[in-house]
Antibody, heavy 118, light 110 residues
Framework: EVELVESGGGLIQPGGSLRLSCAAS????????MSWVRQAPGKGLEWVSL???????TYADSVKGRFTISRDDSKNTLYLQMNSLRVEDTAVYYC????????????WGQGTLVPVSS | QSALTQPPSASGSPGQSVTISCTGT?????????VSWYQQHPGKAPKLMIY???KRPSGVPDRFSGSKSGNTASLTVSGLQAEDEADYYC??????????FGGGTKLTVL
């Protein structure tokens, strides 16, 4: 059974850094397209970043240059390194696994909340 | 790129059908068949309901169907049931390795 479990969220001050983790089970992260999707409180969904099977990465303009997606194949874990955090980055961050085509998200974690506030 | 446009709300009575629209441009919905729909209940993670315009993942009832015409995609829920009450989000590949979501539609079962 596919399972995604995020961790690492928590209150952080503007300008700070945080690393989110997503432990996967039931499949191999390195053989999948994986993404992070976020949702600000009371707002809609926003795609953040994707890592291809090949290891290539892509980012939304809103986080480009500040966030880095990566994976540890030995731990079957996905990461999101978030630097220079802004108040507008406040959101629940979901780890997702793509469905057949990599621009759809077939499996979601429970999400981890990242409040950015002074 | 701007978010896709969805109506803020939609409603229907049990047993009826309701259609939710999602309007984009020729650079996203109109240019690719990578439209997806997600259902989200309060406090829960989203769930994939439709992908690649009209495909249903295993386990999704066939009451849910998707289509696309030009720059507009649609999700139709037939035979509405109480448990269908949720927020629904569309998404589309927007080119240049970018994915765009709609603003969401709150579906109420009357």
């Amino acid at each position: 059974e596919v399972e995604l479990v995020e961790s690492g969220g928590g209150l952080i001050q503007p300008g700070g850094s945080l690393r989110l983790s997503c432990a996967a089970s039931g499949f191999t992260v390195s053989s999948s397209y994986m993404s992070w999707v976020r949702q600000a409180p009371g707002k809609g969904l926003e795609w953040v970043s994707l890592i291809h099977k090949s290891g290539d990465t892509t980012y939304a303009d809103s986080v480009k240059g500040r966030f880095t997606i990566s994976r540890d194949d030995s731990k079957n874990t996905l990461y999101l390194q978030m630097n220079s955090l802004r108040v507008e980055d406040t959101a629940v961050y979901y780890c997702t696994r793509s469905c057949g085509a990599y621009w759809c998200f077939g499996y979601w974690g429970q999400g981890t909340l990242v409040p950015v506030s002074s | 790129q701007s978010a896709l446009t969805q109506p803020p709300s939609a409603s229907g009575s049990p047993g009826q059908s309701v259609t939710i629209s999602c309007t984009g441009t020729s650079s996203d919905i109109g240019g690719y068949d990578y439209v997806s729909w997600y259902q989200q209940h309060p406090g829960k993670a989203p769930k994939l309901m439709i992908y690649e315009v009209s495909k249903r993942p295993s386990g999704v009832p066939d009451r849910f169907s998707g289509s696309k015409s030009g720059n507009t995609a649609s999700l139709t829920v037939s035979g509405l049931q109480a448990e269908d009450e949720a927020d629904y989000y569309c998404s589309s590949y927007g080119g240049s390795n970018n994915l765009i979501f709609g603003g969401g539609t709150k579906l109420t079962v009357l």
